[in-house]
C-alpha cells in the first residue's frame, strides 16, 4: 500500500500545482539597485519569499520577564495579540529528555537527569545544551534528518535494487559536517560542485553523493532518456531541497499561477547536463595511496600470468555479452556508443560513459556463462581462481571506493532543449544555462569553465549558498523549526512558492534567517538559540483554554508533544537495554529482520552482535525493501525528496513492538540490567525502570498499578510453570560480580583486552546454560554439589516473578509516554 501510495504522489507531483516561483532567487551578489522596474518581476518583489530577508525589529510585550531570546518575544506578540499567556517551563526531568531526543535522538541515562537536575547553576541548562551540541551523537541525529532530503540509500531502486557500496561514505560525510558545524553555505557547495571546486579533496568528490543518490535503473536500454531522466532528477532534487521548489510540473508546460516558463525550467536544468558519475575513485591519498599502489604493484607483478590465463578464458564470453548489450540499447544509444572516441561530442560522451558503468560487473556474468556452458573450461577457470588465493597475503585490502559525480575531464557541454510535454526525444528551441528571469532580476551568475569541468553547478551553487538569496536561509531555518516543533514557520516546508502556506510569524522567520547567516551559516548556533529559548523550554501540558482560540498550537503558546521518530523509537529501546553499539560511521550494517521478511536473500545479517546493535542511522537502506522496525514508525521513503516525517497512528506499529521477537529481547535486557542495578526489592526495582525509561520516579498511583499487575502476571506464570511451560527470564541480570571478572580476566589472557558488552552477554548466557543442565543433572542423581547448591539458590528467586517482571518492563516500554517526546 505505501509503495502505491508513493507512486500516486509522483504522479501527482508530475500534474500538479507547481510553484516554480520557488526556484528562483534574486541571484547571488544580485542585480543593482538602480536597475529598471521592467527587468525584474512584479511577481518576484509581491511573494513573501523572494523579497530580501530583513531582520525585524524586536516587538515590545508585556510579559518582558518571560523572553530569553528575540524569538520568544516574536512568538509572545502573537500571543498577547490573542489574550493567550505562554506555559511555564517544563520540569528538569522532562526538559533533559526533551532537548536530548532531539539532539542525539537517544533518550538520557537516569544519571544525566540527575546531575541536570540537581545542578543549581544559573547556566546549568545553556551547559547542558553545549554539550549535547558538542557530542558525536549529534551528527548522528541530525546528519540522519538531512539524509531523508537527499534519498539517500545504498541500493539503485527498481527492479534490480543492486548494492551500491559506497553510498555510506557519502552518509559519514553528512554526519561528519553537522559534528564540525561545518558552514551551511560551505555544506551546499560541496555537495553540488564539489568535485569542480575542490577535485583534490577526497571529502569533497564524496560530498557529491547528494547528486548521486537518484534512484537509477542501471540495466536501462535507452540511456537517451535515462540521460534526461538524470536531469530531471538533479533540476528537481536540488531546487526542492535547497530552495523549497516543486519544480517537476514546468518540465511539460508554462506555469499558470507561478510567472515561470517550461523554458525558464530547461534553462535551469542547462547547469546538470554535463553531470555524470564514477564509483571507481581511490579514498586514499598520499602516503596511504602510495603504500596501497606498492603493495598491489607488487601482488599484480606475481600473479600476472595466472590473471592473463583468467583473462583468455573470460574474454569471448565478456565479447558476446558486450555484443549481446550493445544490441539490446535503442538505436540512439548504440550510435553514441559506436562512435570511436576523437569523434564523440559531449553528449556522446555521457552516454558511452554510462554504458561502461552498466557493464561494471561483466566479468562476474562472464564467469557465471562459462559456468553454464563449459563445465571443463569453468574447472579451469575455478583452478586458477585457487592459484590466485595463494597469493592473498601479500594482496592489499581492497580500500573501496568513492561514488562522485564528473564531467569526464571536459569543459563542454551538451545542448540543452526545451522539450514538447516533456517528451525526451521531442526537441524544440536549445537553451543555454540561466536562472529564471521573473525572480533573478535577468541576472545570472558567471559560469568558469576549467580545463576538466564546465564551471556550471559551481556558478548555481555560489548563487544558491550566497547570503543575498532569500530562500536559502529561510528554507533551512525553518526546516530546524520543524524539526523541533512538529511544525515548521512555513507548514509546507518543501514548498514556499505561491501554492504553499504562508509563514504563521513571518518576522521569526526572517530573524532566524537573518542571524542564520551573520552568524556565519553556523547551524549549531541556530539550533542553540532555538533549544535556549522559554518557547522551547515551556511545558507540554495541556491548555483546555486554547481549545478554541488556537486548536492546532500553531501560536506555540505550549510545547507540542511528538511521537518519536523511528529510529529514535530503536535507538532508544537498544540504549535502555545497555545493549546499544555507539561506533560511529563505516559500512551499513544489517540487524536482524523478522522470519517472513519477504526479501531476505538481499538482507544477510551481520554477523557481529555490535554491528547488528549499531544506530539506526548506520543501518543499510535498500531502497525497495525498508528495514520493517523502522518502516512501520514512518520512515523516510527514500524514493523522495523526504521533508517532514509523518506521524501516523496505527495497529501494526503498537503490533510491532509486544509481539516482535527482536523488541521483547531487548525488554529481557533491560529487565536484567533493572534487577542487576537495583538489587532484589519490587520498589526499587520499579523505581530504577522508571528512571532508565522516562526520567523519573512513578508516582504512587503508577507504583500501586505496576504492583498489582505484577502479583497477578505472577500468578499467570506460576501457571504456566506447573504446566511444564517453559517461561521467559530477564537476560544479563547476573552480570555482576565474581563471574564477571573471570571472563574479563579470560579475554585479557586469551586476546589481551577485555571482551566488549556482547561477547560478555554470549560468555554469560553460555554459563548459564551450562549451569542449569548441571543443576538438572546433578538433582537427578541425588547428588548435593556445588551445582545443586545453586540451583537451590536459583530456585529462591521465583521464576514466576522474574518472568512477571519481563512482561511488566515490556509493557512499560511500549507505553506511549516511552514512545513520546513530551
Known sequence: MKRKAASLAVAWSLVGVMSLESVA???AEAAPAEQPRSARSAQGQQHWAYQAVARPATPAVKNARWVRSPIDAHILAQLEAKGIKPSADADRATLIRRVTLDTWGIIPTPEEVKAFVNDKSPN??????????????????????????????????????????????????????????????VFIKEQLAGDELWPDRKDALVATGFLRNFPDEINARDLNLKKQEIANDLTDTVSSVFLATTANCAQCHNHKFDKFSQKEYYQLQA?????????????????????????????????????????????????????????????????????????????????????????????????NQMKE????????????????????????????????????????????????????DRKLEEVQPALPAALSGGQNPQIVATAASSGRRTALANWIASPSNPLTARVFANRVWNTYFGRGLVDTVNDFGKMGQKPVNPALLD?????????????????????????YRQSSDHREDLVSVDPENKLLAYFPRQRLDAEQVRDSLLYAAGLLEEKIGGPSVFPPVPVNFDNRNA????????????????IFVRRNTPYPLLDTFDWANPQLVHGRREVTTTAPQAL????????????????????????????????????????????????????????????????????????????GAKDAGAVREKVDGLFKTLYGRSPDKFERATLLSYLDTQQAKLAKASDEDGEGSAGGARASARDKANPARS????????????????????
Open 656 to 731: 510491532a513492538l509486544v509481539n516482535s521477537d527482536l523488541v521483547f529481547e531487548w525488554s529481557k535486557a533491560l529487565a536484567g540490567r533493572v534487577i542487576r542495578e537495583a538489587g532484589e526489592n519490587d520498589n526499587a526495582r520499579l523505581d530504577r525502570l522508571y528512571q532508565i525509561a522516562f526520567g523519573r520516579n512513578p508516582d504512587k498511583a503508577e507504583k500501586d498499578s505496576l504492583l498489582a499487575f505484577l502479583d497477578k502476571e505472577e500468578k499467570v506464570v506460576a501457571g504456566q510453570i506447573s504446566t511444564g511451560k517453559k517461561v521467559v527470564a530477564p537476560v
Open 511 to 535: 530573524y532566524l534567517a537573518d542571524s542564520f547567516v551573520k552568524n556565519g551559516w553556523s547551524v549549531k548556533k541556530l539550533q542553540k538559540e532555538i533549544l535556549l529559548s522559554s518557547v
Open 803 to 822: 518472568a512477571a517482571f519481563v512482561e511488566l518492563v515490556h509493557a512499560v516500554v511500549n507505553s506511549n509516554e516511552f514512545l513520546y517526546r513530551l
Open 271 to 367: 547547469y546538470f547536463v554535463n553531470t555524470s558519475f564514477r564509483d571507481d575513485v581511490t579514498p586514499l591519498s598520499g602516503k596511504e595511496l602510495a603504500d596501497y599502489s606498492a603493495k598491489l604493484a607488487k601482488w599484480e607483478e606475481a600473479t600476472k600470468d595466472i590473471r592473463a590465463k583468467q583473462e583468455a578464458l573470460l574474454k569471448p564470453y565478456i565479447d558476446k555479452l558486450e555484443a549481446d548489450r550493445l544490441l539490446g540499447f535503442v538505436p540512439e544509444t548504440r550510435e553514441s556508443i559506436t562512435k570511436p572516441e576523437k569523434e564523440r561530442n559531449a553528449y556522446d560522451r555521457w552516454i558511452y560513459h554510462r554504458n561502461l558503468w552498466t557493464m561494471s560487473g561483466r566479468t562476474r556474468n562472464a564467469a
Open 603 to 618: 538482507w544477510k545479517v551481520s554477523d557481529s552482535l555490535a554491528d547488528q546493535h549499531r544506530r539506526s542511522a548506520y
Open 124 to 185: 546549568a541548562y545553556e551547559k547542558l545544551v553545549d554539550r549535547l551540541l558538542a557530542s558525536p551523537r549529534y551528527g548522528e541525529r541530525w546528519g540522519r534528518r538531512w539524509l531523508d532530503l537527499t534519498r539517500h540509500a545504498d541500493s539503485d531502486g527498481y527492479n534490480t535494487d543492486g548494492t551500491r557500496p559506497n553510498m555510506w561514505r557519502y552518509r559519514d560525510y553528512v554526519i561528519k559536517a553537522f559534528n564540525d558545524d561545518k558552514p551551511y553555505d
Open 25 to 27: 532567487v534574486v541571484a
Open 373 to 424: 556452458k563449459d563445465k571443463a573450461q569453468y574447472a579451469e577457470y575455478e583452478k586458477l581462481q585457487a592459484e590466485l588465493k595463494k597469493f592473498d597475503d601479500i594482496k592489499p585490502k581492497d580500500p573501496g571506493n568513492i561514488s562522485t559525480a564528473t564531467e569526464l575531464g571536459h569543459s563542454d557541454s551538451p545542448s540543452t532543449f526545451v522539450l514538447f510535454k516533456g517528451i525526451y
